[in-house]
């Protein structure tokens, strides 16, 4: 069965949501399809202690803050979660669930985007799939011949899971770090491994001062004047009350990053050696991008070429959410309004143009 409708936009996730609030503020005819069978995105899959860079007040869709959740500053993912799915419904977005898109293709006039639950034929599409369901992992020789377990950011859910293990997290990031101190404080025997010396940021930068920073960066470039360096000159992780915790007891002393894993651990350089049970990879996301593959858009580096949210090569598809390449922060729940705003404008502008 095929559908016609102006707009698809494929994710329901935070980006996703907030490219329906402004869809339907343009009037446009849209809907969404989102591969989870339930509202929240990818902060239902997040591991227990997880909590929000901000306040609730600063983590916020357009039109609709986030109320705060008793007890907590820092809002958790459960209170997220809940959030979502209150907008959701009080916006009444068309939000089509357990539907996995695996293909959009030009089609004439419009983009056939193909799914298991049907294809669409759209004047636009927004790409908001996010990068949760394609983590990253190096590769690192010997990692066949580990004995242990490894998993990445996405498997990982609470220090219980380890109990009397040693285990070796690799990453400094935001998430290596987060995960290194919720195992420390729980007294799991834990090795941090980073490639660089970790950078924390100032205690008392939060996330509110990321997207201002974030900003501030954007505009500068876009004015055609110097760059500022952004939240990277700032440095890597967001101290947050556990990491302090952990950092300052501590428990979170850093080793450089080993070059090969052996059956029972890791090995550095020089020799050395050390065993594990387990190994954590936080080490990022790649954009879930694959189903665009037919549209022919990914340069020599693999990456789409984008004018503000827009793709270059193809007018009618807009990305967004996959973080500073389309928008200030629009990885994160405050920054992504503003490039929804623009792509919603952007592809009204495009569909009344065609109506013409």
């Not at 890597?236 to 990491?243: K, N, Q, R, S, T």
Request: proline share 6%.
């Amino acid at each position: 069965m095929t559908q016609g409708v102006d707009v698809v936009v494929v994710g329901g996730g935070q980006a996703g949501l907030a490219a329906g609030y402004h869809l339907r503020r343009q009037g446009v005819d849209f809907v969404v399809l989102d591969a989870e069978v339930t509202p929240g995105g990818a902060w239902q899959h997040t591991w227990d202690s997880l909590h929000l860079f901000s306040p609730a007040a600063y983590s916020s869709l357009p039109g609709r803050l986030m109320p705060t959740q008793r007890g907590e500053t820092y809002p958790d993912a459960g209170h997220v979660v809940e959030y979502l799915a209150e907008y959701e419904k009080r916006y009444e977005l068309p939000v089509q669930r357990g539907v996995h898109v695996h293909a959009v293709r030009r089609d004439g006039a419009r983009l056939r985007v193909e799914s298991d639950g049907g294809t669409w034929r759209a004047r636009a599409v927004i790409s908001a799939t996010g990068t949760w369901s394609r983590p990253f992992l190096p590769a690192i020789p010997g990692q066949d011949l580990f004995a242990g377990r490894q998993l990445h950011t996405v498997g990982y859910r609470r220090p219980a899971d380890f109990a009397g293990q040693r285990v070796i997290v690799v990453g400094g990031g935001n998430s290596g770090a987060q995960i290194a101190a919720d195992l420390a404080l729980d007294g799991v025997d834990l090795m941090w491994v980073t490639q660089r010396p970790p950078r924390f940021l100032p205690d008392d930068i939060d996330g509110r001062a990321l997207f201002d920073v974030a900003t501030a960066r954007r505009r500068a470039l876009d004015a055609g004047r110097g760059d500022t360096g952004g939240v990277a000159s700032l440095g890597d992780i967001v101290a947050m009350p556990p990491i302090r915790a952990a950092r300052d007891a501590g428990l979170l002393a850093a080793k450089p990053m080993f070059t090969q894993l052996t059956t029972t651990g890791v090995q550095w350089a020089d020799g050395t050696r050390a065993q594990a049970d387990a190994i954590i990879w936080c080490t990022g996301f790649r954009p879930a991008l694959s189903y665009l593959a037919p549209l022919q858009l990914r340069g020599r580096r693999g990456h789409i070429a984008i004018d503000g949210t827009r793709a270059v090569d193809e007018p009618r598809l807009h990305l967004l959410g996959y973080g500073d390449w389309t928008g200030p922060a629009s990885a994160t729940l405050i920054g992504v309004g503003r490039p929804a705003r623009d792509a919603a404008r952007a592809i009204s502008q495009l569909l009344g143009a065609r109506r013409l």
